[in-house]
């Protein structure tokens, strides 16, 4: 099955820094998916990306399917930016996806 | 986008009772649905596939007797955890693929339903 490596596990950011988030995948996916866990629990998906790359205000993700990697960036990071973020790949979407197992992110003032 | 919901948000129950909790597809239909279980500072985890009109396929070490799954119509799973016990305290989420005969296979996340069993 896949397996999904997330990269750094722990972040400290001060408020106004960029940061790059990065997922390895063991085999090639057809579906890619970035999320940000709020501190309720609920997953708010943040990029559909199988590949290419989509920019979402200050979030940007680029997906190189042929390298089997997803980067996610942040830019002018603000407190609100602190949470856990996912990545996690499938092989299509009537299969399940595999989740990283995060990156913590937390964003000082 | 599509919207999956998710109800009770949140349960606290006892020792041994049983707890039902519902994933809809609000706006789409879904012959497919998947159950993911989260305990604190991990990762989700799936737990198994719901699929509508027959049985549902569980993961490895997964009891099938403990967590029923019932995909009673092309909108609606559901989850029992029967005989509750405070191991099986977590967040349980389920998803469903996107849109119908869409070009994407972006998957939709319910919101989550938080378990402690006492």
């Known amino acids: 099955g896949i397996q999904v490596e997330q990269s750094p596990p722990d972040l400290i950011l001060q408020e106004g820094a960029n940061s790059t988030l990065r997922c390895n995948f063991s085999?090639?996916?057809?579906?890619l998916q970035w999320f940000h866990q709020n501190p309720w629990g609920q997953l708010i998906n943040l990029f559909y990306?199988?590949?290419g790359t989509k920019q979402n205000g200050r979030l940007s993700a680029t997906t190189v399917a042929t390298e089997r990697y997803s980067l996610l960036y942040i830019s002018s990071s603000q407190t609100t930016d602190s949470g856990v973020y996912f990545c996690?790949?499938?092989?299509?979407?009537?299969?399940?996806?595999?989740f990283g197992k995060g990156t913590r992110l937390s964003v000082i003032a | 986008g599509a919207v999956v919901s998710q109800h009770p948000s949140r349960v606290i129950c006892k020792s041994g009772t049983s707890v039902k909790i519902e994933c809809r597809s609000l706006?789409?239909?879904?012959?497919?649905m998947f159950w993911y279980r989260q305990f604190p500072k991990q990762s989700l985890m799936l737990m198994a596939t719901?699929?509508?009109?027959?049985?549902?396929?569980?993961e490895q070490g997964v009891e099938k007797d403990k967590f029923l799954i019932n995909h009673a119509s092309l909108t609606l799973s559901t989850l029992t955890v029967t005989s509750a016990h405070p191991e099986d305290s977590s967040f349980y989420i389920c998803?469903?693929?996107?849109?119908?005969?869409?070009?994407?296979?972006?998957?939709?996340f319910g919101p989550g339903t938080r378990l402690t069993v006492l």
């Open positions: 085999d090639s996916v057809n579906n």
């Open positions: 998803s469903a693929p996107g849109l119908a005969g869409g070009a994407s296979d972006e998957q939709f």
């Open positions: 990306i199988p590949s």
């Open positions: 719901s699929n509508e009109g027959s049985k549902a396929t569980y």
């Open positions: 706006d789409f239909q879904a012959t497919t």
């Open positions: 996690a790949g499938g092989y299509s979407g009537n299969t399940p996806l595999v």
